[in-house]
């Protein structure tokens, strides 16, 4: 501690095993500033996730100078040049790493996260980083995976949070979660993209950019992993034939089923049936 900043952090050394299976911690903790205080890194092999639970501050990343305030987030490739500083705030936060962060911090981009949020609930995630620091400081011999599980758990809340901002159009949000509920229902009918825009009255391109932001996939896909789920069941379950099954599940033609589904599953209907 000096004049300066007072932290509590936790350096981590997680275990050969998580370094290579899991998603692990490298660091976590909290800091307060007391005066003019900034912190720069640049091309680190670490995602940073911070919370500011009290007072202002500002953080430079890809271009762009972001001004923080109490409830808001940051989530960053630390791979990229970064600073954040303030004069009096307190900040929670947690370095993370793992074989598939970089893909899973992709998909948080690509679903609209932002590198700077206000959080709903962020008790949620101050709560969660208490838990961090907490089975980091432990000697239980389950603690990468108890930490692991915390982590996920933090960026299951990043990706639910984000995906919609309060500046969305609710009335979108309601059409989609009904829209969803429409093909749960009729999946096996035959469904397109001019169909459902014209039964829920919202613009296809809009749609199509919508539902993949929220669901994370497009609505064809959706609609192919519902039917191949029916269809897997009907496999192991039913004495159907093949041909049958692929009517039932809403394909018309049983060799495009059958091309489908090996592209899904990696084997052929009559293998999966085989096999299980």
Known sequence: MNNIVESKRSIYTPSKFAKESLIYLQEVGTSKTYSQHTNSRKYMNSFLFFIVKEGNGSLKYDSNTY????????????????????DNWEISWAHINGI???NIYNKYLERDGDFVFNAIEPNKYINLLDDVYMLSTSNDYTRDMNI?????????????????????NTKHIYDLDNIKKYLDDNYTNNISLKKISSIFFINKFYLTRAFKNKYGTTINNYVIEKRITKAKELLR?????IEDISSICGFSDPNYFSRTFKKVENVSPFEYKKTW
Not at 237 to 241: C, G, I, L
């Open 148 to 168: 692991y599980s915390k982590i996920t758990e933090l960026l299951s809340l990043l990706m639910s949070e984000t995906i919609y901002p309060e500046k969305k």
């Open 237 to 241: 379950f039913s004495n159907k034939k």
């Open 100 to 102: 598939n962060l970089k």
């Open 67 to 86: 001004d923080l305030k109490k409830g808001e987030c940051v989530f960053i490739d630390c791979h990229k040049p970064y600073s954040h500083s303030s």
